[in-house]
């Protein structure tokens, strides 16, 4: 079974407007932390924000937030106020402290293209 | 900010050959990984290294692969003999820790674009 899906292959949002990545998970480890990263079209991969599985609040980080909702395994991204940059393919990753070493498992991927 | 080094940022290399990437974590972190990005696909774990020796490695690292920390601060990825299907973007990435109050993030090197023809 997937541990990551991303289910949007691509999204399309208007600039300034807000834009919600979808991604849910599956794991029985109590231990685990999910992540987003940024992977322009030059190719690096940027961390944009992390949610730990015993965090109470959902992570935000300037135009980023997370969408936790823990019962229904799903760590949505929401970006505000799309701006032209933010054009890329989003992953969303998991980190399960004590099954798998720490290593980090992706999904598929979301391209966004911001529309000005 | 201190960051995750890689070299080369591009590689081009005839199948069969060796070729020898390499990494600098950043330097009080203590876990160290490989992940490899066929384009337009997902990125895929390879290993994970730990206390210098291999804690955990995926089906795609096969024995064609070896990962060495050959002193304090290089981490290198081998391929013995380079297949056309190895060609891939391959990330090093490095964390602190990975339990407890420090699990956090797993930082990402800009990567190295291995081409084999």
């Known amino acids: 079974a997937q541990k990551i899906t991303q289910t949007q292959p691509g999204m399309f949002v208007q600039e300034k407007e807000a834009v919600t990545l979808d991604c849910t998970y599956d794991t029985s480890d109590p231990s685990y932390g999910l992540f987003w990263y940024k992977q322009p079209s030059s190719g690096e991969m940027i961390f944009l924000i992390y949610?730990?599985?015993?965090?109470?609040q959902n992570a935000t980080e300037g135009r980023y937030s997370l969408n936790f909702q823990k019962a229904r395994k799903s760590a949505n991204l929401v970006i505000s106020a799309s701006q032209l940059g933010d054009s890329a393919m989003y992953f969303c990753a998991m980190r399960e402290v004590n099954t798998n070493a720490g290593k980090s498992t992706f999904g598929d991927g979301t391209t966004l293209t911001v529309k000005p | 900010e201190p960051e995750v080094t890689q070299t080369p940022s591009h590689q081009v290399t005839q199948m069969g050959q060796e070729v020898i990437l390499r990494c600098v974590p950043i330097?009080?972190?203590?876990?160290f990984y490989w992940y490899r990005q066929i384009l337009g696909q997902k990125v895929e774990f390879l290993v994970s290294?730990?206390?210098?020796?291999?804690?955990?490695k995926s089906e795609i690292f096969d024995d064609q692969f070896s990962v060495e920390r050959p002193d304090g601060s290089n981490f290198t990825l081998k391929i013995r003999s380079t297949k056309l299907e190895d060609s891939a973007m391959y990330f090093c990435?490095?964390?602190?820790?990975?339990?407890?109050?420090?699990?956090?993030?797993?930082?990402f090197g800009p990567g190295t674009r291995l081409t084999v023809t």
């Open positions: 290294f730990y206390n210098n020796e291999i804690s955990e």
């Open positions: 949610q730990g599985s015993y965090d109470q």
């Open positions: 990435a490095s964390s602190e820790a990975m339990s407890g109050d420090l699990f956090g993030e797993q930082y």
């Open positions: 330097s009080n972190h203590l876990y």
